[in-house]
């Protein structure tokens, strides 16, 4: 027997980075918002007081920021034939748990979609034709501009304090920026961080190879900065302690350091942490949304009313909790049809360790978006019919800290112990650098998600399963990309260079990026996605899935800066539109 509480305007399932800014933004108009973290409650103190934050075996090694694989977990194969098994330690990616969610162990490289992007299916029609996608690739259109966009993206790095260097304003190309960007409003609204040698030797390489280097997009603050809301964030001090760390000093963007100083006192704003949503309730007729259930701490079930549902937690457990409550109609790979779970995609992320006699680096000085990068390999600079391949990929040398345990480089032929491995630690710790290529990752008929039909988690529910795969699209552009990682590397002059290569089949175990993306996609045709351009659900119109679940497919750029963007054009709709009018946001009168 549930115990039913009374109604609220909101509920939000999940307390990270896009219900903190649904809750701040909704509470403006008097709204009476509840959040339910199913993780605990953390803030920069005292949980991220220095020296606790340098933690390194607490926090990069045991994952004490991220979910708990003891009570849920997902089940994985690379293929639907496959038979899948649970994911019983955390690897290839790391959802967050607790207040913040991943936003609070994130690197803080913060990217921007480019126009094309937005609109790719479409645009690789117009330059190759219709026959030119493969049939077995689900790519489509995202259903929102990046002219639509922009105020928005605009708006997340005023909020964020983004440190970066434009490099086309309103159409105009700025030296010292990413010159094959899209058109920006508006300067950064930080300078960038200050470079280190590494980026100087990376961007002497680029040059000489005709490229473009320009500094990375970074959420940390070069400078003090009041932010919109009006917190106080100090300036980053470069501690090194910033992927897999929660930031001691409010110097990198997370809800802690830039939202919730100003949510949390709001009298008409609440959050319940150790609540684990299990399902969205709906009315008899499924066509609405009457609030959603949770178990709490106490292992006690609550009903919790509300008019509108935001579904923000990670983007596996968006897709998850949709799945669970029966919203949209499940993706059946057998007879393909359905919506949800249906476009699961990830990154496709290669790199080189360069080693050097003659250059040295500080090493342990760094913060997560601290590097150079080059754009020239994006997927609108590349002629994908001599190619083979449909994508792109951003390089990058990035500077983050190099922590004790886990940065340890070594050339690959040097053992991986005893005493020539300490030596080759020694050598080289202060005289390496890694180039990274992060790449895009299409989608297909063959990567999805769905509920496990075997295993269940804690509270008998069933796991969601991943079907995924790197096919041959993305491991051509990979090889493609890895060639030009070799090209700067080697005008580097370096004493020895390894590559290493995609990991084909894909791997769950080593770690790769927290950058899942699909299974509640957005488009303009409720036959091939979950949500409108609002990110409203089409079938129940009182819910909305914010998170990078909307994402068709995965462009090359992290994805946390649209994420950023789309939850303040979902918000400002909820705002201006919904709420004027409760019901579908866009028509569907016209979709055959």
Known sequence: MSIKKPAVDVVCVGFGMTNAIAAQELTEDNLHVVALERGNWRNTSPDFAYPKNTDELKWDTRHKLQMDLSKSTITFRNRPHQKALP??????????SGAGGSMVHWSGQNWRASPNDLRYRSWLEENYGADFIPDE???????????????????????????????????????????FEGPRSGEYPLPPLTQPHSCEVFNDAAKSLGLHPFPGPAAQTSKPYRNIYGVEMQACTYCGFCSHYGCYNNS??????CIHPALMPK??????????????????????????????ADGQLIEQPADIVIIGAFALFNVHLLLKSGIGEPYNYEKQTG???????????????????????NRFVGAGGLGSCVD????????????????????????????????????????NWGSGWKQAVTQYYDS???????????????????????????????????????YENEQKMSRYAMQQVKQIAQAMSPEHIDVH??????????????????????????????????????????????????????????????VGALTYFMVDAIRHKYLKAPGPLVSTEEIA
Request: aromatic share 12%.
């Open 87 to 96: 994911m019983r330690h955390l690897g290839s990616f790391l959802p967050g």
């Open 137 to 179: 690739m689900t790519i489509q259109d995202w259903g929102v501009s990046y002219e639509e966009l922009e105020p928005y993206y605009a708006k997340f790095e005023l909020m964020c304090g983004i440190s970066g260097k434009a490099g086309n304003l309103n159409g105009e190309i700025q030296a010292g920026g990413n010159p």
């Open 252 to 257: 990198k963007a997370s809800p802690q350091a």
């Open 267 to 296: 009298p008409n704003f609440e959050l319940r942490c150790n609540a684990h949503v299990t399902r969205v309730l709906l009315s008899e007729d499924g066509k609405r949304a009457t609030g959603v259930e949770y178990m709490d």
């Open 339 to 361: 919506v949800v779970g249906r476009n699961y995609a990830y990154q496709a992320l290669t790199n080189a360790t360069v080693f050097f006699k003659d250059k040295t680096f």
């Open 376 to 415: 020239d390999y994006q997927t609108t600079q590349l002629e994908h019919d001599k190619l083979g391949f449909i994508g792109g990929t951003y390089l990058a040398t990035w500077q983050g800290g190099a922590a004790p345990i886990a940065a340890t480089p070594v050339p690959d032929k040097v053992k």
């Open 432 to 470: 390496h650098l890694s180039i990274n290529s992060s790449g895009s990752v299409m989608s297909y008929r063959s990567a999805f998600l769905d509920l496990d039909p075997t295993y269940k988690d804690e509270f008998g529910e069933p796991l969601l399963r991943m079907t995924f795969d790197f």
């Open 501 to 562: 290569q995609l990991n084909v089949p894909y791997d769950i175990v080593p770690y790769q990026s927290t950058h899942n993306t699909g299974g509640a996609i957005m488009g303009s045709d409720p036959r091939t996605s979950v949500v409108n351009k609002y990110l409203q659900v089409w079938d129940v119109p009182n819910v909305f899935v914010p998170g990078a679940s909307a994402f068709p497919q995965n462009f090359a750029y992290n994805p946390t800066g649209t």
